[in-house]
Structure formats: structure tokens, C-alpha cells
């Protein structure tokens, strides 16, 4: 069963406007998440995460906000970037699992110029 | 600070052939994980080690997948024998601890089964 959902597949985004990108979830247990992006050949590698007490992180370009009421999370990328094209997976964790990570399908960002 | 390493990167076998893969985790990071990352799926865990002791191993075939991490550092993944469903990405990770929320990624070991 797929605990963490992402519906979106792919997305295109023209540079310097804001990517977003949506990510579901369906344990109320998940007490961290995160989002990594993959490019190809490559593993994956983090980028932003939040706690479930918080609602809102945000690092330079990238805002992930937690909804928990509606199980849903979304990260912000703004401005988009021709270099932020990559794979971006949202991943959730709880403590009782020893943070083991589980992921979303992806959703595939191009940015074009 | 040298990041999570693996070998080999590519590796193609017939069904019903053994594999092998190797990871060796961050320096200092007690934990460590090996996921399967299917085509268009995201990473899967198979299994979850802190120091030489596994912590979740629920989701791995045992039937067919072993891992183990002697020493509390290194730690190999055999597939015997291998299937054609088998065909993957195998991803090394590694925390500092059972209790880090951030895991460091390796660059994946890519299985082709024919």
C-alpha cells in the first residue's frame, strides 16, 4: 500500500516562476518529512524537511507547508531555475520506524528557459 | 567528508544467477539502509541495520535477498537467485543514528536481470 503519494507525474515550469509540487499522505503516524531530488544517474539527495509540529520551513528558494489536517504537504521552488529540473520525491518517516523513509512515485520538474 | 559509496554501478545477470553489491556508509553513521528503487517507482526499503544489528528487515524476500553489515560499517546485499522482477536501482543510505531524520544517499547500483 502506498503511504505517501505523489499525483502528479511530471511538471513543466517556465523559469523565474514558482514551482509547486504536491505530495499526499495517508498515516497519521508520519511524524517527519522530507523531499529529495534525484537527477538521472544519480541517488537521491535532500533537500528540505519538516516536522509534523510545524506547518511552514523554508530555505533560500524552497518552502516546503504541512497540512495536516488534510494529510498533504507541497514544496515551493521560487524563482524556478533551468538547474532545478530533476526527479523530486516526498518522502515521510516516523520515530517508531527508526525513521525509515517512505516515498512517493516522484514527480519529474523541467524548467525551461 | 566523502559521501555514501557503492560498487558496482552497473551490473547485468541472467535469471536464477547470484549478485552481490557493497555499500560503505558515511564514516560515524550507525545506520544504515539498503532500498530497491523499481522503474517509475519511488525507493522501496528492504532493510534497516543500526551498527551490525538489523532493526526492519520486513520488507526483504528472504527467500532470495540476504544482507548483512559485519562490523557495524560496511554491509553487502546478495540477491540468489535473481528473477527478471529483480531489475532495479539498489540504493545504499546511511544516518547518524536511529533517532536522525536524514538519510545520505549512494549513487545506486543498477541490476539488470535478462
Known amino acids: 500500500d502506498q503511504q505517501v503519494k505523489q499525483n502528479s507525474p511530471s511538471l513543466s515550469v517556465q523559469e523565474g516562476r514558482i514551482s509547486i509540487l504536491n505530495c499526499d499522505y495517508t498515516?497519521?503516524?508520519?511524524?517527519?518529512f522530507l523531499w529529495y531530488k534525484k537527477y538521472p544517474a544519480e541517488g537521491p539527495t535532500f533537500l528540505i524537511s519538516?516536522?509534523?509540529?510545524?506547518d511552514k520551513n523554508e530555505d533560500g528558494r524552497f518552502t516546503v507547508f504541512l497540512n495536516k489536517s488534510a494529510k498533504h504537504l507541497s514544496l515551493h521552488i521560487v524563482p524556478s531555475q533551468p538547474g532545478d529540473s530533476a526527479v523530486y520525491f516526498c518522502?515521510?518517516?516516523?520515530?517508531?520506524?527508526?525513521?525509515?523513509?517512505?516515498f512517493g512515485k516522484g514527480t519529474s520538474l523541467l524548467v525551461t528557459p | 567528508e566523502a559521501g555514501v559509496a557503492q560498487s558496482p554501478r552497473y551490473k547485468i545477470i541472467e535469471k536464477r544467477q547470484s549478485v552481490a553489491f557493497w555499500c560503505n556508509p558515511i564514516?560515524?553513521?550507525?545506520?544504515l539502509y539498503w532500498y530497491q528503487q523499481i522503474l517509475g517507482q519511488g525507493p522501496k526499503l528492504l532493510i534497516q541495520?543500526?551498527?551490525?544489528?538489523?532493526?526492519?528487515d520486513s520488507q526483504l524476500p528472504k527467500d532470495r535477498f540476504s544482507a548483512e553489515r559485519l562490523k557495524g560499517v560496511d554491509s553487502t546485499l546478495k540477491i540468489q537467485p535473481a528473477k527478471l522482477e529483480d531489475s532495479a536501482v539498489y540504493l545504499c543510505?546511511?544516518?547518524?543514528?536511529?533517532?536522525?531524520?536524514?538519510?545520505?544517499f549512494g549513487q545506486g547500483t543498477r541490476l539488470t536481470v535478462v
Open positions: 543510505a546511511s544516518s547518524l543514528g536511529i533517532d536522525t531524520t536524514e538519510a545520505f
Open positions: 564514516s560515524g553513521h550507525a545506520t
Open positions: 498515516n497519521s503516524m508520519f511524524d517527519y
Open positions: 519538516i516536522s509534523s509540529i510545524k
Open positions: 541495520f543500526q551498527n551490525n544489528g538489523v532493526v526492519d
Open positions: 518522502a515521510a518517516s516516523e520515530a517508531d520506524s527508526g525513521y525509515a523513509l517512505n
